[in-house]
């Protein structure tokens, strides 16, 4: 059983930064690890993702300039440092963990949290 529990969202302004953090609890052990969005009246899409070392990394284009994604072993934790954020950005982020075979390609992966809302006003 995964357990994900997500935090540090919240509202900011337009051009501001948020850092979000997921920490993974369970059979997690050499699982990647990933971030997913999901706006209003909007589909799913991929954010950002990294592998299990940390050592690889994959980003949205829209994305890949602003955020970076970051994990710390140790604590099995993975975090998404989002900047220059903008009112598209708003939505209802969700860690995932997974394989990075798909997670590499952006895919969805097998484990999902409850997801943490983000918004930013203009």
């Known amino acids: 059983q995964v357990q994900l529990v997500e935090s540090g969202g919240g509202l900011v302004q337009a051009g501001g930064s948020l850092r979000l953090s997921c920490a993974a609890s369970?059979?997690?052990?050499?699982?990647?690890m990933g971030w997913f969005r999901q706006a209003p009246g909007k589909e799913r899409e991929f954010v950002a993702s990294i592998s299990w070392s940390g050592s690889s990394t994959n980003y949205a284009d829209s994305v890949k300039d602003r955020f970076t994604i970051s994990r710390d072993g140790a604590k099995n934790t993975v975090y998404l440092q989002m900047n220059s954020l903008n009112p598209e950005d708003t939505a209802v982020y969700y860690c995932?963990?997974?394989?990075?075979?798909?997670?590499?390609?952006?895919?969805?992966?097998?484990?999902w949290g409850q997801g943490i809302q983000v918004t930013v006003s203009s």
């Open positions: 369970g059979r997690t052990l050499s699982y990647a």
């Open positions: 995932t963990v997974g394989d990075w075979a798909s997670l590499r390609l952006g895919l969805p992966p097998r484990y």
